[in-house]
């Protein structure tokens, strides 16, 4: 019986050892990451006259959601107004489909999944949940920034600005939490350890429990919506504290050494990768005695888009990193990180742009306008636009010149033209709805290179073009603000004013019906 068990037990070593030995040559196996590429045109989403960039993206439901923002591609286009819109690609990049943007959309917002749901966050607390189905957004009263959680934890954070960054460790066992004055771009769980990344740091938190725990007012809930900050965070602002927290487990030298900026970190099994640029290098290391190995070295280096300004690369399973990148103004894509799988989406546009018309032809749109103004419709504006090489365009402006009464009950037709390299003239019409007639107009020149000077000439040629079409002298000149001597001219059925910007460097004209 003895010499049975010792058989045993000497059975259960042998395989304990072959097993720990595969353990460990698994463990040290070297690692080997697999790339793809895709490649996507967007020129159909830079028409007319746009220029495009990529905000927020994230892979939910097995495509990619992108939010991009437009802008015009010259300096005036789209000046008081943004256009974002989102696009949907699929996994092999073979199909896109544009999709409803979020409303109230800014520059200023998180794009994330959360529990299986794509939601959307703007500053001011504004949030809209992705209603498949119905392909439309839905608003949410209330969204708190969870960026991470597990069965143990929670973690909420929030960007105060100049008030400070805070992440709170919200225990889901006894509801207590507790605060650290650190704002990660990604949080990693091994184990029992979480690790912290932001672009100088790697840390490692062993124990959130040895945070400031809350009291009542520094409770993550109670910070939200707008009265906190003259209180909660400038409280918190003052308190600094490191409890919990283990160094960096890299050292300043070495990042300060090559300029290494960690982008972000995801984990698989129990090993934790680092995703960094170098200055002359994008790679994938893991951590070693207080160093970085090099697994996977990008054939290019990449520059990411706001890393740190969102949550879109928070809220993923622990072995995927996704993040943007651009490259120069009219490439741009992402690194999508599955695993030791690498998927890279390169995405581009073609500018579109004007022809140079050589002529401004200010003085002949001006006589034009003013001598069929009893019957200008946007019939004749055609004509009219025809005979400039001008382009109609979509119209974002929201035009404080022209009166309410005629804004609202009307449509707009805006049209640019590129004069030379540098001059550039644009129209908006403001058409009746009932009738076509126009209502009125506003024009714009400007100079499309914001690092040169107009030429006073340029000022005083559009003023006595316009004396010379009106037939008469300013009947009021008034100080408007930005050192701007508005000169006005009015009709019995028309009013117009001239604004010489000369601090900016543009022009603006600004024609309306008497009623």
């Known amino acids: 019986m003895k010499y049975s068990v010792h058989i045993r037990i000497f059975i259960f070593a042998i395989l304990g050892c072959l097993v720990g030995s595969c353990c460990r040559v698994q463990r040290f196996e070297p690692r080997e990451f ?17 220029l495009i960039s990529l905000k927020h993206a994230v892979k939910y439901n097995g495509t990619y959601k992108c939010l991009f923002d437009k802008t015009g591609a010259y300096r005036g286009m789209y000046d008081w107004g943004r256009e974002p819109f989102m696009l949907e690609i699929s996994d092999n990049a073979k199909a896109i489909r544009q999709l409803p943007s979020p409303d109230r959309f800014i520059i200023w917002s998180d794009f994330f999944v959360r529990s299986d749901t794509l939601f959307w966050k703007n500053q001011f607390e504004e949030a809209s949940y992705w209603e498949e189905p119905t392909a439309e957004w839905v608003p949410v009263k209330l969204l708190p920034d969870i960026v991470y959680e597990d069965p143990d934890w929670q973690v909420a954070v929030r960007n105060g600005g100049e008030f400070g960054v805070f992440t709170w460790f919200i225990d889901r066992h006894s509801d207590n939490q507790y605060i650290y004055p650190i704002l990660p771009e990604r949080i990693n769980r091994i184990d029992s350890t979480f690790y912290l990344t932001d672009k100088n740091s790697i840390m490692a ?3 959130p429990r040895q945070g400031l725990l809350c009291d009542s007012d520094l409770r993550y809930e109670n910070t939200l919506g707008t009265e906190y900050r003259n209180s909660t965070l400038v409280r918190l602002n003052a308190t600094m504290w490191s409890n919990g927290f283990q160094p960096s487990m890299l050292p300043d030298t070495l990042l300060q050494t090559d300029s290494i900026e960690l982008i972000t970190s995801f984990s698989i099994d129990t090993t934790l990768f680092t995703i960094a640029n170098a200055k002359d290098r994008t790679f994938i290391a893991t951590i070693t005695k207080e160093d970085l190995k090099e697994e996977f070295v990008f054939s290019e280096k990449f520059e990411f888009v706001d890393v740190s300004e969102s949550m879109d690369s928070r809220n993923q399973q622990e072995s995927r990193a996704l993040l943007k990148y651009r490259k120069g103004k009219t490439e741009m894509g992402l690194i999508d990180v599955d695993g030791y799988s690498v998927r890279q989406l390169h995405m581009y546009y073609n500018p579109d742009t004007l022809t140079f018309s050589g002529n401004d032809h200010f003085l002949m749109v001006m006589q034009l306008i003013k001598n069929g103004w009893d019957t200008l419709s946007s019939h004749t504006i055609s004509d009219i636009e025809n005979m400039t090489g001008s382009r109609e365009v979509n119209s974002l ?3 404080g010149y022209i009166p ?9 037709r805006r049209f640019i033209q590129q004069v030379d390299s540098s001059l550039v003239f644009e129209r908006s019409y403001w058409i009746s709805e009932d009738n076509e007639t126009v209502l009125a107009c506003f024009m714009d020149l400007y100079l499309n290179d914001v690092y040169k000077e107009m030429l ?8 006595d073009s316009i004396k010379d079409v009106m037939e008469c002298e300013a009947y009021r000149i008034k100080q408007v603000p930005r050192n701007c001597l508005m000169k006005s001219w009015d009709t019995p059925t028309m009013v117009l004013e001239y604004y010489p910007y000369r601090s900016e460097d543009n022009i603006r004209i600004a024609l309306w019906r008497k009623q």
């Open 456 to 463: 006073p000439e340029m000022f005083d040629y559009v003023s």
């Open 404 to 412: 309410d009464s005629i804004k609202d009950r009307s449509i707009r």
């Open 205 to 207: 938190l062993q124990n």
């Open 34 to 50: 697999f790339i793809s590429n895709d490649t996507l045109c967007l020129d159909t989403y830079a028409r007319p006259l746009s």
């Open 397 to 399: 402006i929201l035009n």
